[in-house]
């Protein structure tokens, strides 16, 4: 069975840092772009980070950038968002989303809360 499982949410004060995981399971991990993504109450789900089957390639949305790390380690199916300097525009909860040629995972989310 694929899933995808994120961790590493809770609250933080602003500028405040928070690491993200997501681990996956019962797929091929290594050869997929893996993503995040974010949802506010009230907005649409929103891409975060993006980075390439081998970690070559990253990619983030003006918000984040200079902010934000997205990374993966292949050898333990698992993938990483370092947020630093968080701000409470960054409050959402966060989604990890496996990209292949055939097929999308999405895990079940986890609560970003940034408030002082």
């Known amino acids: 069975q694929v899933q995808l499982v994120e961790s590493g949410g809770g609250l933080v004060q602003p500028g405040g840092s928070l690491r993200l995981s997501c681990a996956a399971s019962?797929?091929?991990?290594?050869?997929?772009?893996m993503n995040w993504y974010r949802q506010a109450p009230g907005k649409e789900r929103e891409l975060v980070a993006s980075?390439?089957?081998?970690?070559?390639?990253?990619s983030y949305a003006d918000s984040v950038k200079g902010r934000f790390t997205i990374s993966r380690d292949n050898t333990k199916n698992t993938l990483y968002l370092q947020m630093n300097s968080l701000k409470p525009e960054d409050t959402a909860v966060y989604y990890c989303?496996?990209?292949?040629?055939?097929?999308?995972?999405w895990g079940q989310g986890t609560q970003v809360t940034v408030s002082s």
């Open positions: 989303k496996a990209s292949g040629y055939r097929n999308n995972y």
């Open positions: 019962g797929f091929t991990f290594s050869v997929f772009v």
């Open positions: 980075i390439t089957s081998a970690g070559g390639s990253t």
